[in-house]
Structures are given as structure tokens and as C-alpha cells.
């Protein structure tokens, strides 16, 4: 599950990954 998240921040760009995992 995480691993996915780190995926789609990646694709979205390193620069919040916080946001994508508050968003989940």
C-alpha cells in the first residue's frame, strides 16, 4: 500500500508526498 503511494507521488513529483498520503 505504501509502495503504491510513494508510486503515484513519484509520478505526481516529489514535492508534497504528504499531501497524497493524507489524501489515502
Same mark, same amino acid.
Given at each position: 500500500?505504501?509502495?503504491? !503511494?510513494?508510486?503515484?507521488? @513519484?509520478? @505526481?513529483?516529489? @514535492?508534497?508526498?504528504? @499531501? !497524497?498520503?493524507?489524501? !489515502?
Amino acid at each position: 500500500f505504501l509502495e503504491e !503511494v510513494q508510486q503515484i507521488a @513519484k509520478e @505526481k513529483g516529489e @514535492k508534497c508526498p504528504t @499531501k !497524497v498520503t493524507n489524501e !489515502v
